[in-house]
């Protein structure tokens, strides 16, 4: 069992920055591949971003590549989403999600967080 917990969300400006944080417990989340994403309303929940188990794949949604980074620290079993010159059309919920031993995923986790706001006043 992994326990996941978002923290970071909050109110910018547009062109301000975020670092969503999540932090894994339980099992190791070093053996999951770690990754971001949101859902705004009235839309259906959508990709952001993946690291890999290893941290050396990275993956991103074409509307944040340039703009959002994805890392993690393994010592503290935490994987990061650094957010720069937020949009307004990045207000959204973000969920932090793990899959097992995986490079990449844009779905199917084995495991989600509860979720952390992030709202971008324009």
Known sequence: ??????????????GGSLRLSCA?????FNSYAGGWFRQAPGKEREFVATISWLGGRKNYAVSVKGRFT???????????????????EDTALY???????????????DYWG??????VSS
Not at 1 to 6: A, P
Not at 95 to 109: E, I, Q
Not at 114 to 119: E, F, I
């Open 95 to 109: 969920y932090c999600a793990a899959k097992y031993r995986s490079d990449y995923f844009d779905g199917g986790a």
């Open 24 to 28: 894994g417990s339980g099992r190791t």
């Open 114 to 119: 509860q979720g952390t706001q992030v709202t």
């Open 70 to 88: 994805i890392s993690r620290d393994s010592a503290k079993n935490t994987v990061y989403l650094q957010m720069n010159n937020l949009k307004p």
């Open 1 to 14: 069992q992994v326990q996941l917990v978002e923290s970071g969300g909050g109110l910018v400006q547009a």
